[in-house]
Nanobody
Framework: QLQASGGGFVQAGGSLRLSCVASRMITSVFNSATLGWYRQAPGKQRELVATISSGSTNYADSVKGRFSIVRDSAKKRVYLQMNNLKAEDTGRYYC???????WGQGTLVTVSS
């Protein structure tokens, strides 16, 4: 139901934009869902990065001021703009929708220090 893309290899201080498309979700369902990005670093548990619901956003403390989550209802996409990337941002990033509990397949972000 969700397909993530946009990961890659970047040097510390660089930027990436992740994209997640919900091509098979009905637009009204997409618009009412809480959409989120999670990440999982090697050997660590999956953690919340950012969420967006109707009218509000939420960020992990470690990414505040550097990452931005945006919903594009017309395209049924949710983006994660990541700036000033750090080595500790390395991991596989997953998009998620609530309450449907759909997960994307993940996209790998590698930040070189």
């Amino acid at each position: 139901q969700l397909q993530a893309s946009g990961g890659g290899f970047v040097q510390a201080g660089g930027s990436l934009r992740l994209s997640c498309v919900a091509s098979r979700m009905i637009t009204s369902v997409f618009n009412s869902a809480t959409l989120g990005w999670y990440r999982q670093a090697p050997g660590k548990q999956r953690e919340l990065v950012a969420t967006i619901s109707s009218g509000s956003t939420n960020y992990a403390d470690s990414v505040k001021g550097r990452f931005s989550i945006v919903r594009d209802s017309a395209k049924k996409r949710v983006y994660l703009q990541m700036n000033n990337l750090k080595a500790e941002d390395t991991g596989r990033y997953y998009c998620h929708s609530h309450p449907q509990d759909f997960w994307g397949q993940g996209t790998l972000v590698t930040v070189s220090s």
